[in-house]
């Protein structure tokens, strides 16, 4: 099959004795989180009790991916179901201007057009109550007026409320990342609507920087064992309490009567974490790399009595699976002529096999104040990756492709592409291939390189 064009498939045996109703949907999506502070991903550091418990009950996956190292593509692929290569979405709005880099950036799109369908759209036409509480991001702005016409309530969400990360100057102790506030916004929102079908979509602004917590709190993590390492952040541990008790508000609500059983529960991330702030070890890399560190993100799932609980898949996923995954789960799946990149995981997730794909891909053609190496393309295919330099392939200069083994070298410490170049053309053919077929845009050589000015960039976030 390929992975780029989902077709129709058949629901599983599980799903097609299920009851008339489809499931609830609530998806809660951290901001710049990685793999690392989620303690059920090993790190013994982070103290996250409620999301251990969701990974408990239900279906965790060691080997998930955003589909871009930065915010706004990889949210647009949530909503569409397509990289951000095809969406034209591949940086964060309104993105970075670096004028005298080798590369001159393509002109991207800077917002999701109100064109696309979105996951909302789909699952408000299936009878589902829809809202959005927290980070958009996906229009033509951040915030102001300018960020009305594409705004949420415009794609498919009926109730919306956008907040925006804290200012530097924000008091730490007043809820800076309004986590308590969109809890207690989806705490109501579940309670109106449990009679019905709903959607409940949750972008948290935290762990984004500025990372800030309670200074009581931060103080507790401070003084426990190992806050001196690298990858241990006494803020984002913090933070992530705070984050963590959120879920379990969420949980202790979906636990009652009549919501248990009828609710898919989703925790994951829009990218790895931010160097400067915390190191994402075992991992290399972070925000705005292709390295794991900067994609390889947190993802649970859980539903009682439908996907086994305590469940760890190895499988490769990513951030364009949602869509197909959740539909499949309404019981009426996409439509055989609708262009997605993602695979249904619905029988994986009720404990069938992984599906059957031949790759993932990325698609980054920027440059980006935290990145490492410039505009990149990647590729998984097994246990294989290959990261392309785009200053390479375009200029002939940077750095040149890499090749990891992820099954034997996960912190991709060991480059092997020098070692077996045979397997390294064949996936940079495929790359651009993928490339081809997704219309994505390459960036350029620069005639206004100027490399005593390149490095001093202007602006750079996400």
């Not at 991992?283 to 469940?311: C, F, N, S």
């Not at 997730?349 to 698609?363: K, N, Q, S, T, V």
């Not at 980006?368 to 990756?385: E, F, M, T, V, Y």
């Not at 397997?423 to 081809?436: G, I």
């Amino acid at each position: 099959m390929s992975p780029l064009v989902l077709l129709p498939l058949l629901l599983a045996p599980a799903l097609a004795a299920a009851e008339s109703r489809p499931p609830n949907i609530v998806l809660v999506l951290a901001d710049d989180l990685g793999t690392a502070p989620v303690a059920a991903y090993g790190n013994r550091y982070y103290q996250t009790p409620h999301l251990d418990r969701l990974s408990r009950e239900g279906t965790r996956f060691d080997a998930a991916y955003s589909a871009c190292p930065v915010c706004s593509p990889t949210r647009a692929a949530i909503m569409t179901g397509q990289y951000p290569a095809r969406t034209r979405v591949t940086d964060f709005i309104p993105g970075g201007d670096f004028p005298h880099e080798r590369l001159a950036q393509p002109d991207w799109t800077r917002h999701l057009p109100l064109s696309a369908t979105t996951l909302a759209e789909d699952l408000r036409a299936r009878g589902y109550a829809t809202a959005l509480l927290g980070k958009w991001h996906l229009a033509r702005a951040y915030s102001g007026p300018e960020s009305v016409t594409e705004g949420p309530d415009r794609q498919g969400f009926q109730e919306t409320f956008i907040t925006h990360k804290p200012g530097r100057s924000h008091d730490p102790d007043q809820d800076p990342h309004g986590v308590a506030v969109l809890t207690e916004r989806a705490l109501d929102f579940i309670d109106r609507h449990r009679e019905r079908p709903f959607f409940l979509y949750l972008p948290h602004n935290s762990i984004h920087a500025p990372i800030m917590e309670q200074a009581a709190r931060i103080a507790k993590h401070r003084a426990r064992p190992g806050s001196d390492r690298p990858e241990n952040s006494p803020v984002i541990a913090a933070m992530m309490e705070t984050l963590d008790a959120s879920v379990g508000r969420l949980l202790e609500r979906l636990d009652t009567p009549g919501l248990r059983e009828h609710t898919v529960f989703i925790f994951t991330s829009d990218n790895g974490g931010l160097l400067s702030d915390s190191s994402q070890f075992p991992l290399r890399g972070g925000k705005a790399q292709l390295h794991e560190g900067g994609i390889r993100v947190p993802l649970i799932v859980r539903w009682p009595g439908r996907i086994p609980a305590g469940r760890v898949s190895p499988a490769p996923v990513i951030s364009v699976d949602f869509l197909p995954t959740l539909l499949e789960f309404t019981g009426r799946p996409l439509p055989a002529d609708r262009v997605v990149d993602g695979v249904s995981l619905a029988g994986h997730l009720m404990g069938g096999p992984a599906p059957d794909r031949e790759a993932i891909f990325w698609h980054y053609p920027h440059y980006h104040n935290a990145g490492d190496g410039g505009p990149a393309s990647a590729i998984r295919a097994g246990a294989w990756k290959l990261v392309e330099y785009h200053e390479h392939t375009v200029a002939r200069t940077g750095r040149a492709p890499e090749l990891f083994n992820l099954r034997d070298d996960p912190a991709e410490s060991n480059n092997l592409a020098a070692a077996d170049p045979g397997r390294a053309r064949e996936l940079l053919a495929r790359l651009a291939s993928f490339r081809a077929a997704t219309g994505a845009q390459m960036p350029a050589l620069n005639p206004r390189h100027d490399a005593a000015l390149a490095g001093k960039r202007k602006k750079g976030g996400g």
